[in-house]
């Protein structure tokens, strides 16, 4: 039967077909065995198929299926007791869930608005963003997110938003790698502060290690410690996207953790139930929460937002991550595929270079490494890349916007060991082996 055109709307080519997936692997309907160095989405942390996951989702549909959200579930206390004893940073207690990413960043954006209003500060109604970022495919997040491709035929709509420069240290206008690169992106961000006026800012909203946008572009030592400091003297909220970085991907609990930051608000998605649900939150400060309800305001839920189903499932892939060490696992094991890579491929003609954190690993291939001049667009490199590679039996993640390419992101399940490695370094090697000339 003719399969095409049924998912994304639009006719496309045949779609890879899956058989199952059990845990780091993908089965396709030609038994061909796939490697899901992706993680699908960079989702899937803990890898696919675990039982105590099914059961759980199981005996939630059986004691509850469905109450409006604002009613309190035993599956929505357990998964507030479990990220509020295990996971959640202290000073971020407070706790909205949505089905999410890109909802959890609107809501998120809607409590950062509420809240500046509450204490009178009702022209504080513009939101920063970065020019290199993905929050999200809704109208306003497509809007907010410095993602060209993710975009094309919607920009008569699309609000344009202020936006900083992503700290890319490989890309620093000063030079690659400059020891001023730090410096250089507080700098944009003071001036971009001054040029909006900061009276008219509610919040900023930032990964703190780029996503698939940018290939995992972690910013210069110091960036965000010295970044909130400026925010904070201007009364300008930080809102951490944590949806690709969240819950464990990065080696910690949250990547903001890693530079020792504390956000006003934290969200976090796809690693939350790692693809067992569709699962999101926004995680706040009490004093964000609680002037919201002194002003008398109501931050509106969404239907699917605390589904029994979706709570029972992300209680119990935490409670996976914390029993089996996975967090940790994916720092090491993160660090050491990140290693293996960089000796093998970090000095090839078409690597400018290999970065990341824990198990959030990006690749960035040019033309040249010396200029760091970038393949034409029409190249279609990433694509190339990415084809080339599940030929080889793995499945990268094609990151980018268009007009920064062309990266191939790793996220995979913490739970790969030495032949996956090995199979992820056989597979870059066929892709890079064979790249167009142009
Ligand atoms: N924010 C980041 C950093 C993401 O990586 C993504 C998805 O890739 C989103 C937001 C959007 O999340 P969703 O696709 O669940 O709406």
Request: charged share 15%; hydrophobic share 40%.
């Given at each position: 039967r003719n399969m095409t055109g049924i998912w994304p709307f639009v006719a496309a080519n045949a779609p890879t077909t899956l058989s199952h997936a059990q845990g780091a692997y993908l089965y396709l309907q030609n038994d061909r065995k796939i490697l899901d160095a992706a993680g699908g989405a960079v989702v899937a942390n803990i890898g696919h198929g675990r039982r105590e996951v099914a059961d759980a989702i199981h005996a939630a549909t059986m004691n509850a299926t469905y109450v409006v959200p604002p009613w309190l579930t035993p599956e929505r206390q357990g998964l507030v007791e479990e990220l509020r004893d295990h996971w959640l940073p202290?000073?971020?207690?407070?706790?909205?869930?949505?089905?999410?990413?890109?909802?959890?960043?609107?809501?998120?954006?809607?409590?950062?608005?509420?809240?500046?209003?509450?204490?009178?500060?009702?022209?504080?109604?513009?939101?920063?963003?970065?020019?290199?970022?993905y929050h999200g495919t809704t109208i306003s997040m497509a809007g907010l997110s410095g993602h060209a491709s993710r975009k094309r035929g919607l920009e008569s709509i699309l609000e344009q938003h202020p936006h900083i420069q992503t700290p890319y240290p490989l890309r620093c206008p000063l030079g690659p790698h400059h020891p001023d690169a730090c410096q250089y992106y507080l700098q944009d961000l003071e001036d971009t502060i001054q040029r909006v006026?900061?009276?008219?800012?509610?919040?900023?909203?930032?990964?703190?290690?780029?996503g698939s946008?940018?290939?995992?572009?972690?910013?210069?030592?110091?960036?965000?410690?010295?970044?909130?400091?400026?925010?904070?003297?201007?009364?300008?909220?930080?809102?951490?996207?944590?949806v690709m970085t969240g819950f464990g991907r990065t080696g910690v609990a949250f990547g903001s953790q890693l530079y020792s930051v504390q956000p006003d608000l934290l969200v976090a998605g796809k690693g939350l139930a790692g693809g067992y649900a569709a699962i999101?939150?926004?995680?706040?400060?009490?004093?964000?929460?609680?002037?919201?309800?002194?002003?008398?305001?109501?931050?509106?839920?969404?239907?699917?937002g605390a589904l029994p189903q979706s709570c029972a499932a992300a209680t119990a892939v935490l409670k996976i991550l914390r029993e089996e060490n996975l967090v940790q696992r994916a720092g090491v094991?993160?660090?050491?595929?990140?290693?293996?890579?960089?000796?093998?491929?970090?000095?090839?003609?078409?690597v400018a270079e290999i970065r990341g954190a824990g198990m959030l690993i990006g690749i960035e291939i040019v033309k040249d490494r010396n200029?760091?001049?970038?393949?034409?667009?029409?190249?279609?490199?990433t694509e190339h890349i990415a084809g080339a590679a599940l030929d080889a039996g793995v499945f990268f993640y094609p990151g980018g916007t268009g007009e920064y390419r062309d990266v191939i992101c790793i996220g995979a399940p913490f739970i790969i060991d030495e032949p996956e490695i090995e199979l992820m370094e056989t597979a870059l090697g066929a892709a890079l082996a064979n790249l167009p000339k142009g």
């Open positions: 202290q000073h971020l207690p407070c706790v909205h869930l949505c089905s999410g990413g890109s909802e959890a960043n609107e809501s998120a954006i809607k409590i950062a608005v509420q809240y500046q209003a509450a204490i009178g500060q009702p022209q504080r109604k513009l939101i920063l963003a970065r020019n290199l970022s006026g900061s009276e008219n800012i509610a919040a900023l909203v930032a990964e703190p290690i780029n946008s940018g290939g995992a572009i972690t910013p210069p030592d110091g960036y965000w410690q010295r970044a909130q400091e400026i925010l904070q003297r201007h009364g300008i909220l930080l809102i951490m996207d944590e999101a939150g926004v995680f706040g400060r009490e004093e964000i929460a609680n002037a919201i309800s002194a002003a008398g305001f109501n931050v509106m839920f969404h239907t699917f094991i993160g660090q050491h595929t990140l290693e293996r890579l960089q000796a093998s491929f970090g000095q090839h003609p078409n200029t760091l001049e970038r393949f034409d667009e029409s190249a279609r490199v």
